[in-house]
Nanobody, 127 residues
């Protein structure tokens, strides 16, 4: 079965950190652009950060710049999202997607014609 699987979400206090993982099952990630997106309750899905297939290019949304970092380990078929200094506004379900490219809309990346989406992992930032 071809799919992306996210993991690593949970409950964390403000100022804390989490590392999310996005692992491909049934295919290899090394030729895909990968993006992390999030959707908070009652809000539209928004782009968080994207990374090129070779890891050399990234796009990070202003809301998380300086706090969130994307990286990839193609040997492990996994992309990571390191989230530091988390804020209550970061509370959302986080998804990863794989595609062949991205465009930037108001500073946030949008995967073009994504081939795969994960099921999402919830992140709650609260005392």
């Amino acid at each position: 079965q071809l799919r992306l699987v996210e993991s690593g979400g949970g409950l964390v206090q403000p100022g804390g950190s989490l590392r999310l993982s996005c692992t491909a099952s049934g295919f290899t990630l090394d030729t895909y652009v990968i993006g992390w997106f999030r959707q908070a309750p009652g809000k539209e899905r928004e782009g968080v950060v994207c990374i090129s297939s070779d890891g050399g290019t990234r796009n990070t949304a202003d809301a998380v710049k300086g706090r969130f970092t994307i990286s990839r380990d193609n040997a492990k078929n996994t992309v990571y999202l390191q989230m530091n200094n988390l804020k209550p506004d970061d509370t959302a379900v986080y998804f990863c997607a794989a595609g062949t490219g991205w465009k930037t809309v108001q500073g946030a990346c949008v995967i073009l014609d994504p081939d795969y989406w994960g099921q999402g992992t919830p992140v709650t930032v609260s005392l």
